[in-house]
């Protein structure tokens, strides 16, 4: 059983910058050929897909968000990493980090999720 587990600040200030990690346990984040994502619900709104980190490394984001993203990994760990600089209230949302297979968009396992406020 894959589980995965956000952790981070509940509070940022504008203009800082977001950093999550999520941690995986029962799975490794470099098994062919999942990828590992973190999505966003900004409250009263759907699903955002923010960006992925592959098996292999890669890395691809969401191009809205592109500018200001960075995710990266701990293969160490079993971690992978959120970077969302230059925050705005506009990204205070509910943080999740989820599996699925490359390009399914079929999450099969997602973390209970973080809320993340930016707020001054």
Do not use: M
């Not at 059983?1 to 981070?8: A, K």
């Not at 709104?45 to 809205?64: F, K």
């Not at 999740?96 to 390009?103: L, N």
């Amino acid at each position: 059983q894959v589980q995965l587990q956000e952790s981070g600040p509940g509070l940022v200030k504008p203009s800082q910058t977001l950093s999550l990690t999520c941690t995986v346990s029962g799975g490794s984040i470099t098994t062919s050929y999942y990828a590992w994502s973190w999505i966003r619900q900004p409250p009263g709104n759907g699903l955002e897909w923010v960006g992925a980190i592959n098996y292999d490394g890669s890395t691809h984001y969401n191009p809205s968000l592109k500018s200001r993203t960075s995710i990266s990994r701990d293969t160490s760990k079993n971690q992978f990493s959120l970077q969302l600089t230059s925050v705005t209230p506009d990204d205070t949302a509910v943080y999740y980090c989820a599996r699925d297979e490359i390009g399914s968009r079929e999450y099969d396992y997602w973390g209970q999720g973080t809320q993340v406020t930016v707020s001054s």
